[in-house]
């Protein structure tokens, strides 16, 4: 029950701020729409991306995109802290370290799926065909993925504290390769078949996969299973190396 009620107590104290100033959220909102409106179009006549609505293709990979630039850099957030001092004086409360790790993944994962939510009230309008419950599957897929890399970007910070740096360079080392390998924009099926063979190794492709997969109400294929086991795999590792690295830290 500590952990539980620590955890709710880092999660509004992460989230109480960002309620009462909205406008970030607005802010963290219009990348992925400016990408719908002027990149979307795009799409229509691109071989590759499957039949009916180029939606139906493009979302899930910008639901991807949305985990990779918002959730694997919220640990600049708790740089900022460090550097304040904050995070010191939350370190020496009686709260579970592992609750203040898991309160703050909550509030990115809860700010992810919103976003997504969002993303598809908006497209509503347009050709894209909303299947239930392949979008809510596929809202549980992202919020997974998004656990492991909150996760894992708060524990860069942690270890990166006295050299911010190393903590953005790791950042945009990681982020363009499994961003540009795993298809979010454009099929990897057009890339050269060297490419093409690389991007099976990066298992943000497969989840991508999988995302476009559920959105379509394809639950069985092969896609889902790969996507979902990466996606597990991951928030395992994050959460295993932030517990453990939240639990080492010295004030």
């Not at 999660?11 to 992925?32: G, H, K, T, Y």
């Amino acid at each position: 029950m500590k952990m539980v009620t620590d955890t709710g107590i880092a999660f509004a104290r992460e989230m109480v701020p960002e309620l009462r100033a909205p406008i970030a959220l607005a802010v963290n909102a219009v990348l992925p729409l400016l990408f719908l409106a002027l990149f979307g179009p795009l799409l229509t006549s691109t071989p590759g991306i499957g039949e009916g609505s180029p939606w139906q293709w493009f979302l899930p990979g910008i639901l991807v995109l949305l985990a990779l630039s918002g959730t694997a850099g919220a640990g600049g957030n708790l740089l900022m802290e460090i550097n304040s001092g904050s995070f010191e004086r939350m370190l020496v409360t009686p709260m579970n370290r592992t609750a203040l790790l898991a309160g703050r993944t909550l509030k990115e994962v809860l700010t992810l799926a919103a976003q997504g939510v969002l993303l598809i009230l908006v497209l509503l309008p347009t050709s894209f065909e909303l299947f239930p419950l392949g979008a809510l599957a596929g809202l549980v897929l992202l919020a997974t993925f998004g656990v492991g890399l909150g996760a894992l970007s708060f524990t860069l910070a942690v270890l990166a504290r006295k050299q911010e740096q190393v903590f953005y360079l790791v950042q945009q080392a990681c982020f363009l390769p499994l961003m540009l390998l795993s298809g979010v924009l454009l099929p990897m099926s057009l890339a050269p078949s060297w490419l093409y063979t690389v991007s099976r190794f990066n298992p943000v492709t497969h989840i991508v996969e999988a995302e476009r997969a559920l959105f379509a109400g394809r639950f069985a294929e092969p896609a889902v299973l790969y996507g979902g086991v990466c996606a597990l795999a991951i928030a395992g590792l994050g959460l295993f190396f932030g517990a453990r690295v939240m639990r080492d830290v010295r004030v």
